[in-house]
């Protein structure tokens, strides 16, 4: 198979990640609940990968805090800092995951608009959104259907000058641009630990540099006759038993990507993103791109549905995705509704032969 889903999940990964999950089921029982070997192995575990996290986003320790997944986390922000009726400035980019959140919420949204690929006019349209009675912001770093990167650190400031929360869904980001949520004064920070940080499904990080508000009570190994949870970081959104397979395979992927030269691996995916977008134009097919854009690409074949042009691929042995990638206010926003695009993405770890097996197969459909 060829694969080019990976703005939905990586499929391959570094070497250690799964040799680190077999480790930890092997040998660690439950972290914090127990003074024998086996549950302060898997303490150790938990607190590498956190210590690891750390670094490499610049963070305490204490402020990492594990999730499911990166909906998990936004979930945590939104519901920490949104009441119901509360104005809401969010970019006309957004995922489901907040979207979603923030009607459940009974938010009043305020969805900014402009050209997907022109930074400055997201910047302008956000300056102008952000009115006093905001209650928070929040923008995604990187469009998972366009692969647009947006002004993140430049909406932080806009908000800091005007006293306004700020949220960042890095789910497209993290492990391929830098995430910086000091620089970016960013309140929460969410991203899932299966996409750009090369690590297992049902791991997620929430960077937090305010004090959230539980989604999950439980046991945290600490304290536990005091009825409340704790106001100490990570427990306090950390109920339950930890997925500690899933983190130490996040850990190991941390550790190869902390190795790695991060601005190498990003020019090798744009260079491979530009290769096939220079193909595809050549064939007469509708892509959307623009500056900065990272190895995220919609396009369409002419004549064909994406859904069946997809499954055409899919019988070739290409794996894409098509539809509306459960972000339609994007598709409004790129004006790609109803039927949205298909979409090509790309990892760290993808290779040449993949892609130009996926160009062979695209002049085989379009014959």
Request: aromatic letters at 4%; a neutral charge.
């Amino acid at each position: 198979m060829i694969y080019l889903d990976n703005a939905a999940t990586t499929l391959r990964k570094p070497q250690g990640v799964a040799a680190a999950m077999q480790e930890a089921l092997r040998n660690c029982a439950n972290p914090g609940r127990g003074g024998h070997a086996a549950a302060a192995r898997a303490e150790e575990t938990v607190y590498r990968t956190r210590k690891l996290a750390a670094q490499y986003f610049g963070m305490e320790p204490e402020q990492i805090c594990f999730t499911a997944n990166a909906t998990e986390g936004l979930n945590i922000a939104l519901r920490t800092l949104v009441r119901p009726g509360a104005r809401v400035v969010i970019s006309g980019l957004e995922h489901n995951a907040v979207t979603r959140t923030l009607a459940g919420l009974g938010a009043e949204l305020i969805a900014v608009r402009a050209p997907i690929f022109d930074t400055a006019q997201w910047l302008e349209a956000f300056s102008a959104a952000l009115s006093p009675n905001t209650a928070a912001c929040v923008c995604l770093h990187v469009s998972n259907v366009f692969g647009a990167v947006l002004p993140v650190e430049q909406i932080g400031m806009l908000c800091a000058e005007r006293h306004i929360p700020f949220v960042v869904d890095a789910s497209q980001s993290a492990g391929l641009l830098p995430v910086l949520p000091n620089a970016w004064q960013a309140a929460f920070t969410a991203m899932p630990g299966h996409k750009g940080l090369m690590g297992p499904m049902g791991t997620g990080i929430l960077l937090c540099r305010e004090q959230p508000v539980p989604l999950r009570y439980g046991g945290t190994g600490s304290n536990s006759m005091d009825q409340s949870m704790p106001e100490e970081l990570p427990d306090r959104l950390e109920a339950g038993t930890a997925n500690v397979p899933g983190l130490a395979g996040l850990g190991a992927a941390l550790s190869w990507l902390r190795r790695q030269d991060q601005s190498a691996l990003l020019r090798r995916e744009r260079a491979l993103l530009a290769h096939a977008v220079g193909q595809l134009h050549a064939l007469g097919v509708q892509t959307w791109t623009g500056p900065g854009q990272t190895a995220v690409l919609s396009f369409r074949l002419p004549g064909l549905d994406p859904e069946e042009a997809s499954l055409r691929y899919a019988k070739a042995g290409v794996a894409l995705r098509a539809g509306l990638h459960c972000a339609p206010l994007a598709h409004r926003t790129g004006e790609t509704l109803p039927d949205g695009t298909i979409r090509l993405s790309l990892s760290v770890l993808t290779e040449q032969r993949e892609l130009e097996g996926f160009l062979h197969v695209t002049r085989e459909i379009l014959k």
